[in-house]
């Protein structure tokens, strides 16, 4: 009676079954021209026979290597019989993939990657981390996300040398979503700080998070140990942008009772537009001044990096310490940075890692 109210691609699941009623369930199905499949404890029918057909017939055709995206516009239902249907293929694999909040089914003919991957990821202890090293296409690419959410892994594209596309994947998704919790919580002006005891690989996942969410992050150093610290402020940081790009070569501008994140971010921005940082007047930690040197002409979207005096090709290329400047440089008072510390290179380094800037410039996507 159950199955005979079905209406188009309305389902009806029993569970608990034994093999002969789920053998009852199934003839019933059968002869209301339902579609039904055994489940891990019973059984699943819907009405969705003729759109069943057409799904296997879309997947005996997927080449090898080759992928099927379904519609974004099908009910749960037929999602779920993709899943299902899917099983019949020993090749295939099948995933619900969300783009803004909307779900579809992705099926990909590579068996022999998957279990490939699936394989690594499986070895992955808690804080571990993989990267996939060989030449990956985008398909590849993605059914290695695609796994790794499935397998509640956190995943992101990473570089390694010269070699950019890469994707890693970490054992750490419980620590990513807590990051994301906290940061989509932050509201404008506030601070969150991951305290330090970090590893390399949740550093990184910060960093990547809160860039997505178009916060800024800075990481710090305590006794050795590294944390990262994030600010609901890149309006500030754009402020602060425009004024130092407002500096007349020679001018200097100090900067009065500064967070650690906002001292942080004008060290970059020094950095990234060749500036000098002075001791100030005040003597007070919290305050900072910024010179603009003479002979520093860099525009706001310029691709040239000066240094500062404007002196001849090898003059610019290095500072008065023999630093290439291509190492984060610009002309600065070392001396004056001794507050900084390893924290904020620190910082930089990760910035430039995690976004592919480089002096104002992307270098690696």
């Not at 389902?11 to 059968?30: D, F, G, L, N």
């Not at 490939?116 to 090293?133: C, M, N, T, Y």
């Not at 996300?145 to 956190?154: S, T």
């Not at 020094?270 to 007047?281: C, D, Q, S, T």
Request: charge should be negative.
């Amino acid at each position: 009676r159950e199955l005979s109210q079905l209406s188009l691609n309305q389902h009806q699941e029993y569970e608990s079954m034994a093999p002969w009623q789920k053998s009852i369930v199934h003839e019933v199905a059968k002869g209301f021209e339902l579609y039904s499949v055994d489940t891990e404890y019973g059984c699943w029918v819907c009405d969705c026979l003729d759109f069943v057909a057409e799904v296997r017939e879309t997947l005996v055709q997927l080449p090898s290597g080759g992928t099927h995206e379904f519609s974004f516009e099908l009910c749960p239902n037929q999602n779920r019989a993709i899943h299902f249907v899917c099983k019949e293929f020993s090749q295939l694999s099948a995933f619900t993939e969300i783009v803004e909040g909307k779900r579809r089914v992705v099926v990909f003919n590579m068996p022999n990657f998957a279990e490939e991957v699936r394989k690594a990821l499986s070895a992955l202890r808690p804080g571990d981390s993989k990267i996939f090293l060989q030449n990956l296409t985008a398909p590849q690419k993605r059914l290695v996300h695609l796994i790794a959410a499935e397998m509640k892994l956190w995943s992101h594209e990473t570089t390694l040398g010269e070699a950019t596309g890469l994707v890693e994947v970490v054992h750490l998704q419980s620590f990513a979503k807590f990051v994301r919790e906290k940061l989509e919580a932050l509201q404008k002006g506030e601070e969150y700080t991951f305290q330090p005891a970090l590893s390399e690989a949740q550093i990184k996942i910060v960093h990547k998070i809160a860039l997505e969410l178009g916060l800024v992050p800075t990481t710090i150093e305590e006794k050795k140990t590294y944390g990262v610290l994030v600010g609901h402020c890149s309006a500030w940081r754009d402020e602060m942008r425009a004024l130092l790009e407002g500096l007349a070569p020679g001018d200097t501008r100090t900067f009065s009772d500064l967070s650690k994140l906002q001292r942080a971010i004008l060290t970059d921005l020094v950095n990234e537009l060749g500036f000098m940082i002075e001791a100030p007047k005040s003597k007070k930690p919290e305050d900072m001044q910024v010179k603009r040197p003479l002979g520093n002409n860099r525009r706001k979207g310029s691709k040239q990096s000066v240094a500062s005096g404007g002196g001849d090709d090898d003059a610019d290329k290095k500072d008065n310490r023999g630093q290439s400047k291509e190492s984060g440089g610009g002309d600065l008072d070392w001396d004056s940075l001794q507050g900084a510390s390893t924290a904020n290179l620190m910082s930089r380094l990760f910035f430039q890692y995690a976004t592919g800037m480089f002096n104002g410039e992307r270098i690696f996507l």
